[in-house]
């Protein structure tokens, strides 16, 4: 049996380990190619884009892929919404793996964003130090709030420098430790967090950090009604997979 993963996330990665140690099946993960340094993958790999839901669907069709497994970020919602189309003109299963997205408590001081223009808007008139973790294809939307001082934390540089006045650029990959995140957010004095929900292990020791800091954090929403039917657990998607290898030869 083939199965194609998209992924790009820690929980691809995860269900790539569990495929390598399946029997009879054979399975490719799918890489964008927006990240340089990529964790070498247990199983084959392909890089780039497919040009489009047709490019997709005439790769599942070459590929003879069985099954696909949509394991993107919660935010890359245009390759999602491809995978939908092609694996229903394909004629064949799509899992969504997913992360859960993260839940405010009462400790939290949350502002709810719907999009990156809201959450620019959201930061309001007086000049404050945000703390931007949002992803480098975001940031443009900053550059109608040219009053506050941005901490930019990107994973990759940045092509080209942000149209902002006022920024200074990070890099760095999770998983972060609290202890670090809060010691950054005092030293760079930062008023208010600005990060999308993306859930997971990995990104959250900054939102602890501005729990335990009591600062606030404008929460970018995930995007519409995607990933509605997700499975959060690389295992159960494993399963899934395994079941239908099982209903294919008939058993
Ligand atoms: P996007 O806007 O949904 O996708 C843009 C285009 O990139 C797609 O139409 C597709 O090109 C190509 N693409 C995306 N994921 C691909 C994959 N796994 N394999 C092959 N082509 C892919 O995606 P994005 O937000 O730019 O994210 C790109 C990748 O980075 C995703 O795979 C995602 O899992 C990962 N990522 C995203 C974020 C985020 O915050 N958005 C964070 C961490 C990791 P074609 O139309 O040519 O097929």
Redesign the pocket.
Known sequence: MRVLV????SE?NKLAHLLAEASGISATV??????KAILAPPISC????????E??IDYLKAENIDVLVD????????????AEIAAKRAKIPLAVLSRPAWVRTVQDLWIDAADKTDAALALGHEPRRVFLTI?R??IEAFAKAPQHFYLVRTIEPLALPPRLPNYRVIHGRGPFLVEAEEKLLREESIDVVVT?N?GGEAAFAKILAARNLRIPVIMVARPGEAMQAAMHDPGEVMDCILRHQLARRGV
């Open positions: 998209l992924g790009g996330t691809a799918s890489f964008a190619g927006r990240t392909r890089i780039g884009g497919f040009g489009g839901v490019g997709l394991a993107t970020h919660p935010f890359a919602e245009q390759i999602s919404r491809h992803g294809l975001q999308k993306s």
